[in-house]
């Protein structure tokens, strides 16, 4: 039987001695069938694109090695390292190699870390929940995943993803353009913009935006735009790290709590709420000590 992919980006770190190749055949393991088949499509889109075995695994290598770096600096500090969108923008948003081999990273963490596998496979049940409606939009694409789910779904009459990194939104249109989901009639835009400066009317019905919050440094300030945009019986979604520090997160969360009294003060009602924790820990272990939990919302 021939090897998959995924088995080949294992033999790839164990044949370099890449202690992630460990980490990889645990996490393998834990893949229900359907997701280690959407995870060989995915490793194989990106080769598609140009991006060799050896370059994935290099890119989940640097967003492991970068975690990790983080982790020690915040359980030594009890803050994250940057704190202003100045200091991290040129590290990371406007650095192209550093950004794609970043996106691509965090990409194969959407089926290799529980935390963030567990966030996406809820969002794409949700969808299934979801009444079709017009006009779709999402704030930080990142490497695409989200949106590629959203325009598949076949909801949506126009999807738009909007970021501040051309490289993002790329990559997102790269991601999305490698299947053939285009049979709905979907009206697809990629916008390079600052959400701040998106008009102030009510445009949108649906509105995500996974992992974004803690990038910014007046996350009350995004939040109120975003309301703006969002039509008056519209839906969003959001998913917002706590504890969990990344070399571009500059917003610490501490609590659920503190995340949700900042979206009713900012005008959202929570409707829907899954908070999931790093290594399948306990909530209450979690805030004992300050281990990661991703919070995701469906908030009117």
């Known amino acids: 039987m021939s090897k998959t992919l995924l088995n080949l980006l294992i033999d790839r770190m164990d044949a370099k001695s890449n202690p992630c190749a460990k980490h990889l055949k645990q996490a393998a393991n834990d893949l229900t069938s359907d997701e280690l088949s959407n995870l060989e499509k995915l490793i194989d889109i990106f080769q598609k694109q140009g991006f060799s075995l050896d370059f994935q695994c290099s890119a989940y290598q640097q967003v492991l090695d970068m975690t990790i770096q983080e982790s020690k600096y915040f359980m030594e500090h009890g803050s994250y390292r940057y704190s202003t969108f100045e200091e991290v923008a040129d590290k990371v948003y406007f650095n192209e190699p550093y950004m794609k081999n970043y996106m691509i990273g965090l990409a194969l963490t959407q089926y290799l870390w529980a935390i963030h596998k567990n966030c996406y496979q809820y969002f794409i049940n949700s969808l299934k929940t979801i009444k079709k409606c017009d006009n779709y939009v999402e704030i930080g694409p990142g490497h695409g995943g989200y949106f590629y789910q959203a325009v598949k779904s076949g909801k949506f009459t126009n999807c738009t993803a909007i ?4 490289t993002s939104l790329a990559m997102t249109k790269a991601f999305v353009e ?3 989901i285009y049979s709905g009639g979907t009206n697809v ?6 959400v701040n400066s998106i008009a102030g009317e009510a445009l949108y019905d649906f509105l995500v935006m996974c ?5 910014v440094e007046e996350p009350e300030k995004i939040l109120r735009s975003l309301r703006r945009i969002l039509k008056k019986d519209g839906m969003a979604y959001f998913s917002i790290p706590i504890n969990a520090p990344e070399i571009d997160h500059i917003k610490l969360f501490k609590s659920p709590d503190e995340v949700t ?3 009713n003060n900012t005008g959202f009602v929570i409707k829907e709420q899954k908070l999931f924790c790093s290594n399948g820990n306990k909530l209450e272990r979690a805030l004992k000590f300050n281990e990661p939990i991703l919070m995701c919302v469906f908030v009117a």
């Open 178 to 180: 490698s299947h053939d």
């Open 211 to 215: 992992e974004v919050l803690e990038h």
């Open 261 to 263: 009294a900042l979206l």
């Open 163 to 166: 970021d501040v990194s051309t």
């Open 189 to 194: 835009q990629y916008l390079c913009k600052d």
